[in-house]
């Protein structure tokens, strides 16, 4: 298979999983949201987290809000995505807003928000990363636009000890994701199997 296909292959995942995802109720997400936090809360990564980085979920995602709050609520520094250009800035925040509404009308810190200096923050860093599909070897599906594989790339270079999570449901899971040499593959996928 050559690169032309994968890519192919990728865009017909990505077109197939919307789809699905936005069939959807809104309940299926919000459930699933607060049984990916026990899931987490009970795993490796999460006690011994200093620092969280997540994301404010959007339609057809896993309800991230319980698992903002838990992390403020623990004492851990919580972090959240700006999209700037063709990358992702976290900022340090208490889930407290208010919010902006950025690229693809998502929920992020504001722009005179402080951007998270990840070379000081307290570690290990847990990264909570979103995406369409997963597979058991640590493949994940994004969006389309690397924002999550360039943040991930770059903190691994200066944070040994961050660790890459992804939460899905069980219908995200597919038997391979197609993976290029550009993609980070996860350490941990969280699944919440409630239908």
Request: glycine residues 10%; negative net charge; aromatic residues 6%.
């Amino acid at each position: 298979m050559n690169e032309d296909d994968r890519i192919e292959s990728k865009a017909d995942m990505r077109k197939r999983l919307k789809l699905l995802l936005g069939s959807l109720p809104a309940a299926r997400f919000v459930r699933a949201g607060r049984g990916v936090l026990r899931q987490l809360e009970s795993g490796p990564y999460w006690e011994e987290a200093r620092t969280v980085c997540s994301f404010l979920s959007m339609a057809g995602e896993i309800d991230t809000e319980p698992l903002c709050l838990a992390a403020v609520a623990a004492g851990k520094t919580l972090c959240l995505p700006r999209v700037e250009g063709d990358d992702l800035s976290f900022r340090s925040t208490a889930m407290s807003g208010p919010w902006s509404v950025g690229a693809f009308g998502i929920r992020e810190p504001p722009p005179d928000s402080v951007p998270a200096d990840f070379t000081v923050l307290a570690g290990p860093v847990l990264v909570v990363v979103p995406g369409l599909a997963f597979d058991a070897s640590g493949g994940r599906l994004g969006r389309g636009r690397g924002y999550y594989d360039r943040f991930i790339r770059a903190l691994r270079a200066v944070r040994p000890d961050a660790h890459a999570v992804g939460i899905a449901l069980a219908e995200q899971l597919v038997p391979a994701v197609p993976v290029e040499r550009f993609d980070e593959r996860i350490d941990m996928l969280i699944v919440d199997a409630l239908p």
